[in-house]
């Protein structure tokens, strides 16, 4: 019984299989390049402001 249970799930087995490597593959041929193989160079990320003196933080006194 379980032969039979291997046979039939063998084709999807090959089915998924070839799915995946199907879709591996389109995403390396067809996938959007990383930044740095583009050509543009790497994007600077804007800075953080805060404040710039110690008015903000406010003394706690306990």
């Given at each position: 019984m379980s ?8 084709p ?7 799915a ?11 996938g ?7 050509g543009?160079g790497w ?5 953080a ?6 008015d903000w ?6």
């Amino acid at each position: 019984m379980s032969s039979d249970v291997f046979e039939i799930a063998k084709p999807f087995a090959w089915m998924a299989l070839t799915a995946f490597l199907v879709g591996f593959a389109s995403y390396f041929l067809f996938g959007e390049r990383p930044q740095t193989l583009a050509g543009d160079g790497w994007v600077q990320p804007a800075a953080a402001s805060g404040p710039s003196s110690a008015d903000w933080n406010i003394v706690k006194h306990i």
